[in-house]
């Protein structure tokens, strides 16, 4: 990965179901978020998706493209235009930072009427500069997972992990 990156866009088809579901998965019951009659009687033209469905999307974009040892540290979205249903919102990014294991990206998400999202995320890629195997999570050297061993430091012994 080398600053300048593009990441490969996602096309989300921004469907009914995509919107209200996102809604209530977030515990939003807002009504213009599910009910296009009362999203209208408001000024918009049907519901439209709320911000932290946004905010998953984007970040599901980014660890699809960076693969399960992508760890979010940090994501500020702006909104812009809405998503409405029927429309499709395409995200689009490019590594902007790099510090070590930790990158940093412009993301841009765009719909028929121009840019519903734009912002930053920061991520670290646990595994790269680590040490630790990204598919298993230990040292390669020990087969130990540093997180939960009990091996005993100059602290004294570290407690079991708790299930």
């Not at 809604?23 to 408001?42: C, G, P, T």
């Not at 195997?133 to 602290?155: E, H, K, L, Q, Y």
Request: cysteine-free; proline content about 8%.
């Amino acid at each position: 990965m080398r600053v300048g990156d593009r990441l490969p866009p996602l096309v989300v088809p921004l469907t009914r179901t995509l919107i209200v579901a996102g809604a209530i998965a977030s515990r939003d019951y807002q009504d213009v978020h599910h009910d296009a009659e009362l999203a209208r009687e408001k000024g918009a033209p049907d519901i439209f998706m709320n911000i932290l469905t946004t905010n998953g999307l984007v970040g599901r974009y980014v660890t699809d493209h960076f693969g399960p040892t992508a760890v979010l540290r940090r994501v500020a979205i702006r909104l812009g235009v809405p998503n409405y249903p029927g429309d499709t919102m395409v995200l689009s990014g490019t590594v902007t930072a790099l510090d070590g294991d930790t990158a940093q990206l412009t993301i841009t998400g765009r719909n028929g009427l121009g840019n519903h999202v734009t912002g930053t995320v920061t991520l670290t890629l646990t595994g790269t500069d680590t040490g630790t195997d990204p598919d298993t999570g230990t040292d390669p050297d020990t087969g130990t997972d540093p997180d939960t061993d009990t091996d005993t430091d100059a602290a004294g012994p570290r407690p079991e992990a708790t299930p």
